[in-house]
């Protein structure tokens, strides 16, 4: 049996839903971090949803792409983290504001 | 040879280079004697090209040497390019040659000067100048080297910058000269629009096809800018100043040629004179007041160059009188002895002040002639060639003019025969003054020599002759100023200078042996310009030398103050002037330019206090912005898509 694009594309918006909520509500960076990959894999699922619902192949190969940014990204942003912890232990997302205007 | 013709400035450009990179090791008086070599160099290319010129027909003497194109924009086409013909080798002969012999004059007098050297730079590059600009075949290379003079003159006047008065003398000349300048600037800009072109040879051949206002407005245009570089009424102000610079200078560029460019301009664009009568009354009619105005001040001046100066000015009058007569060979003529015995007359005073350390005032002179042989006898026969005493170049030169005046109107003939008289009269002044009469400058010197006794320095204080690289120059320009009327002689077949330059004239140029005027009346002109002359000397002599009437009383405070001119000129420009600036100084730039800088300022930052707010520094604010950005993106998407 097949299931019907609509039901995966309903999945991945509540996917990102959870993703951007936690991103604005919580404190801890890694919680922060796993909520944008959670956002970047819901965009993913509906690529590949889309690719096969209009049979373009350009949706399956874009998400290789999000894919290879995303790993990218994420180099950068543990080492960012990691050096965070490295100055202080048990750190929140707010207390690196150093930067405000 | 007439290919050769860019060797002429070509030659002191290359002076110039080289005393810029190597003048300091050269030195005193080596790099004198490079720039005398080169100016003397440019003088026998000159002269090879004017025997050239001179194998040719009449007709073929015009001879254009492009050199390499300048500019090239749109419709513009201007060309550094060379104009030979007999007008321009004429001007360039007698750059050449006084400005060698001056050249040479400057080694011995600049000796022991702490800038030496660089003296010569400047000189050699004057020389250049000069010599663009009468060579060149369009106006805007002309322009260049009319600029190039400018500086020059501005370089050389402030050249002795430690005293006060030379740089604010040097100043003036310029910004003097702007005025003027902007005239001929203008003037070109009316050519290109009317002709399309720059280049003489066009241009001139249309003058008489356009309309008489054009025509004109350009002449009018090319006047004043010729009045300033010239020093005519109302821009001469700068002249007198001027003589702050070394002599040599004075002789050079503020006599001999630099002040003559005015009248060479005007010559060359002749056939827009004659298109336009309304203009040459202009001209003649400026000359000839500012030849009688210079004159009568230099009848009460005591400084030795400035008493000078005010006759340069005056006979810069004359030459704008012939020209403004359309006798365009008379003011060539009058410039060129005027050259020779003013670069005298120049070089003669440099010479005493020379001899008297530094002493220029007249009333601290005289009994010179003992002390001083050759100086005296040569500044004697530049005066008699000044004054106008036949046989001497300046009597022919100024008749010339003075016929050719009276052809015109008797009313300016007057003017230019008064002119006459007092150009006797203060010459003769001055040569009584200085070289004969009692020693004045025993009593100055004697007070001087007390104080300096202890220190050694003027123990036998005496006046002495110059060197020989002075006392050259000056027996050459005074052989010049005793036959250079031979080079156009009113008689029958001995016009020589006229026929010269008849090609350059066309058919509108009048000379003296085309007039009207019977034979009698002509002679009748010369008996009564030497029947002034001799007055003018015959007056002078009873003053200064006989002392039958006390000197302060010919002498008035208005003409020592020449007309307070100065004053006026303060009066009227400098101090609207000044208050304009103040105003700008104190409205417009603290209220009106720093308001608006200000303003911007303080807008810029009341706007960051605001919106630095925003920028809390926790990224969850960032998110939530960047989140509802796009909700509200993609609702305004829905909408309008349901819409």
Request: with cysteine; charged share 10%.
């Given at each position: 049996m097949t299931v019907a694009g609509e039901w995966y594309l309903t999945l991945a918006a509540m996917l990102f839903t959870i993703g951007a909520v936690g991103l604005l509500v919580r404190r801890n960076v890694l919680v922060m971090f796993m909520c944008v990959?959670?956002?970047?894999?819901?965009?993913?699922?509906?690529?590949?949803?889309?690719?096969?619902?209009?049979?373009?192949?350009?949706?399956?190969?874009?998400?290789?792409?999000?894919l290879v940014v995303a790993a990218a990204e994420v180099v950068v942003g543990l080492g960012i983290i990691v050096s965070i912890f490295r100055r202080r232990i048990d750190t929140t997302a707010d207390d690196a504001s150093m930067l405000r205007g | 040879m007439t290919d050769a013709v860019w060797l002429i400035p070509a030659l002191p450009l290359a002076g110039f280079l080289i005393l810029l990179v190597a003048g300091r090791r050269l030195g005193d008086p080596l790099a004198g004697w490079l720039a005398t070599a080169m100016s003397g160099a440019s003088?026998?290319?000159?002269?090879a090209v004017f025997i050239d010129l001179m194998g040719e027909p009449g007709e073929e003497r015009h001879v254009v040497e492009d050199v390499f194109t300048w500019i090239s924009a749109g419709q513009l086409h201007v060309n550094v390019g060379f104009l030979v013909d007999p007008l321009s080798v004429t001007m360039a002969l007698f750059v050449t040659g006084v400005g060698t012999l001056i050249h040479l004059y400057s080694v011995g007098y600049m000796h022991g000067d702490d800038?030496?050297?660089?003296?010569?730079?400047?000189?050699?590059?004057?020389?250049?100048?000069?010599?663009?600009?009468?060579?060149?075949?369009?106006?805007?290379?002309?322009?260049?080297?009319?600029?190039?003079?400018?500086?020059?003159?501005?370089?050389?006047?402030?050249?002795?910058?430690?005293?006060?008065?030379?740089?604010?003398?040097?100043?003036?000349?310029?910004?003097?000269?702007?005025?003027?300048?902007?005239?001929?600037?203008?003037?070109?800009?009316?050519?290109?629009?009317?002709?399309?072109?720059?280049?003489?040879?066009?241009?001139?051949?249309?003058?008489?096809?356009?309309?008489?206002?054009t025509a004109t407005a350009i002449v009018l245009l090319l006047f004043l800018g010729a009045a300033g570089k010239s020093a005519q009424l109302p821009l001469y102000v700068w002249l007198p100043d001027a003589m702050e610079g070394p002599t040599p200078v004075s002789a050079l560029i503020h006599a001999a040629t630099m002040v003559t460019a005015g009248v060479f301009l005007m010559v060359r664009v002749n056939p827009f004179i004659d298109a336009a009568p309304d203009a040459a009354t202009v001209i003649a009619v400026v000359g000839a007041l500012t030849a009688l105005f210079a004159a009568t001040v230099a009848c009460s001046q005591n400084d030795i160059k400035r008493v000078l100066a005010y006759s340069t000015i005056s006979q810069l009058g004359y030459m704008f009188l012939a020209v403004g007569s359309e006798a365009y060979a008379a003011a060539v003529f009058h410039m060129v002895t005027h050259a020779f015995f003013k670069a005298l007359l120049?070089?003669?005073?440099?010479?005493?002040?020379?001899?008297?350390?530094?002493?220029?005032?007249?009333?601290?002179?005289?009994?010179?002639?003992?002390?001083?042989?050759?100086?005296?006898?040569?500044?004697?026969?530049?005066w008699l060639a000044i004054a106008g005493v036949p046989p001497f170049a300046g009597f022919w030169s100024k008749d010339d003019i003075l016929a050719n005046a009276y052809d015109v109107s008797p009313g300016l003939w007057a003017v230019g025969l008064v002119t006459a008289l007092l150009t006797a009269y203060y010459m003769a002044r001055q040569v009584f003054l200085v070289f004969f009469g009692d020693e004045r400058w025993k009593a100055a010197a004697e007070g001087e020599g007390q104080a300096a006794h202890a220190s050694g320095a003027h123990g036998d204080f005496r006046p002495h002759e110059s060197p020989w690289t002075m006392a050259l120059p000056l027996v050459v320009l005074a052989f010049l100023s005793l036959v250079g009327g031979l080079l156009n002689l009113p008689f029958k077949g001995t016009h020589h200078l006229e026929t010269w330059l008849e090609p350059v004239f066309g058919e509108g140029g009048k000379t003296l042996h085309h007039l009207t005027l019977s034979a009698s009346t002509k002679l009748g002109?010369?008996?009564?310009?030497?029947?002034?002359?001799?007055?003018?000397?015959?007056?002078?002599?009873l003053i200064y030398l006989r002392h039958k009437v006390r000197e302060e009383t010919v002498e008035p405070l208005v003409l020592r103050r020449a007309w307070y001119v100065d004053p006026l000129y303060a009066r009227i420009i400098e101090a609207p002037g000044r208050l304009l600036s103040t105003f700008s100084a104190n409205v417009v730039d603290s209220k009106v330019i720093d308001g608006a800088v200000n303003g911007v300022a303080a807008l810029v930052r009341a706007g960051g206090s605001r919106l630095r707010v925003l920028q809390s520094g926790y990224v969850r604010n960032y998110a939530l912005a960047v989140a509802s950005g796009a909700a509200l993106v993609l609702g305004y998407v829905v909408v309008r898509a349901g819409g």
């Open positions: 990959e959670l956002m970047l894999n819901a965009v993913n699922l509906t690529f590949v949803t889309f690719a096969r619902m209009l049979d373009d192949i350009g949706g399956q190969s874009v998400v290789f792409f999000v | 003088f026998l290319v000159t002269l800038r030496y050297p660089t003296f010569f730079v400047y000189l050699n590059l004057f020389a250049f100048s000069m010599l663009t600009l009468v060579l060149a075949d369009n106006f805007l290379l002309t322009f260049v080297g009319w600029e190039g003079v400018g500086a020059c003159s501005y370089f050389l006047i402030s050249f002795w910058f430690e005293r006060p008065a030379a740089p604010s003398a040097g100043k003036k000349a310029f910004v003097t000269n702007r005025v003027g300048d902007f005239g001929f600037m203008v003037a070109m800009f009316l050519i290109f629009a009317t002709f399309g072109s720059l280049q003489y040879t066009e241009v001139l051949e249309g003058a008489s096809t356009i309309a008489e206002g120049f070089l003669g005073a440099g010479s005493v002040i020379h001899g008297l350390h530094d002493e220029q005032d007249m009333k601290l002179m005289g009994g010179l002639r003992r002390w001083m042989p050759i100086t005296s006898a040569t500044f004697i026969v530049g002109l010369a008996a009564l310009a030497t029947a002034a002359s001799l007055l003018g000397i015959g007056i002078a002599y």
